[in-house]
């Protein structure tokens, strides 16, 4: 709230004065050049999140995230974290989509591929892993095997790119082998594997 009118710094009242010092030296010369409207009610309305949350197709989920990046009364790179998860072998996204319960305004998901995306509005990184505890049924570690997360706005933009081209994530690693390849590598290992053969020592009596 007090970002977004005006302020370029805020500090806590534990903070030390040394270090106080240095926050307030790091923010000479900064100009703020967003707009602030002239009443509170106007800001206050324009701080709420998305009239929107759940499961939602691709195309309302980037129009929805590329209208919010371009509010010019929301903090830049504070709007929210876009997620990606890869599921664990044997699971697909649209099955994960289903353990997803979404009941904040703001939060929304959606499936690409075999990946699912999921936007939390106004949440920072440090409370990912406990928000995630919340959207999902199940513990998300248990269902995803990869996530990756973007929170700057123009990070959040490129990656909307993307999803309107149907690609999923660069970073999404080769599938793991499935039970017959596997059984395969296995036996192939056996077979070059030297097999140990009986050996029969002779026993000297003594006379």
Known sequence: MLLTSGANLIVSHHVPLSRFLTQLEGIQGQDFVRHVPPDVDTLLDALKPLRLKGVVDQERFCTALTELMAHPLLAQD??????????????????ALTLCRINREGDLATVVGDCLFVFLFSC????????????????????????????QDHHILKELQNIRRQQ??????????DEGERDVAVALDRRSRRQPQSIRLPVLREE
Request: glycine residues 8%; proline residues 11%; without cysteine.
């Open 124 to 151: 920072i990184i440090n409370d990912l892993d406990r928000v995630l505890e919340h959207v999902f049924r199940l513990p998300a570690e248990g269902l995803f095997r990869r996530q990756r997360v973007w929170h």
């Open 168 to 177: 999923v994530p660069e970073w999404l690693p080769t599938p793991k082998a």
């Open 78 to 95: 504070g709007k929210g974290l876009l997620v990606a998860l890869q599921p664990e072998p044997g699971l697909r996204a649209a099955q």
